[in-house]
């Protein structure tokens, strides 16, 4: 059975620092996508990245950038030089296909609180 | 702009009572999605639905119904057989991967409490 694990339930880092967010992820199937997001208090889900099984890259989307180690099962999260604002919930998430019409549903983690110390 | 609609935001039940959580998008979207999240914990899948009057159960889907008699709308009805209702409710859709802006797109979600 698919599983997404977040080991880390809380975080504190300096401002300015960059930091690694931990996310290890267990399926069978060769095709699926690994997927970050973002979850302030607000409650909204903001996507961050996107790393699908069969990029040879890693991806990157501004300050954000996905460790994909798909040996290692890792899909761990780099955030360069963090901000106050980055203060969340962070989620990692692994897409798998359930249907014949290609659509994919979503298994999520526990999560990680990231606290930007000033 | 497209997007997906929840309402109500906020959302108080009585003991005893079915409630229907309002979910609208303007994606085309074929696929949609009900999450429950808990305090502190991830989202987990109650019902999934990949075209107009087909749908799933998801991992927690008991006490749960829905509907997908259009292809824009997907309510959710928590009966009164959840035990547990309170939650913060979230309702996503997407598309294929490999037909256009892959990706899940999230309402803003309800928060349900019983009263």
């Known amino acids: 059975a698919q599983k997404i694990t977040q080991t880390q339930p809380g975080m504190f880092v300096q401002e300015k620092e960059a930091v690694t967010l931990d996310c290890t992820y267990d399926?069978?199937?060769?095709?699926?996508?690994l997927f970050w997001y973002k979850q302030p208090s607000s409650g909204e889900m903001i996507f961050l990245i996107y790393?699908?099984?069969?990029?040879?890259q890693n991806a990157t989307e501004g300050r954000y950038s996905l460790n994909f180690q798909k040996a290692r099962k890792s899909a761990n999260l780099v955030i360069s030089a963090s901000q106050l604002g980055d203060s969340a919930m962070y989620f990692c998430a692994m897409s798998l296909k359930w249907s014949n019409f290609g659509n994919e549903k979503l298994t999520f983690g526990t999560g990680t609180r990231l606290t930007i110390i000033p | 702009d497209g997007g997906i609609t929840q309402s109500p935001k906020y959302l108080f039940r009585k003991e005893g009572q079915n409630v229907t959580l309002s979910c609208e998008q303007n994606l085309n979207h074929d696929a949609m999605y009900w999450y429950r999240q808990d305090p502190g914990q991830g989202l987990r899948l109650i019902y999934y639905?990949?075209?107009?009057?087909?749908?799933q159960k998801g991992d927690i889907a008991e006490g749960y119904s829905v509907s997908r008699e259009k292809k824009e709308s997907f309510p959710l009805t928590v009966t009164s057989a959840q035990k547990n209702p309170t939650a913060f409710y979230l309702c996503?859709?997407?598309?294929?991967?490999?037909?256009?802006?892959?990706?899940?797109?999230f309402g803003s979600g309800t928060r349900l409490t019983v009263v």
């Open positions: 996503a859709s997407s598309i294929p991967r490999g037909t256009g802006a892959y990706g899940y797109t």
């Open positions: 790393q699908g099984s069969y990029d040879q």
């Open positions: 639905s990949q075209i107009v009057n087909d749908f």
């Open positions: 399926t069978s199937d060769p095709s699926y996508g």
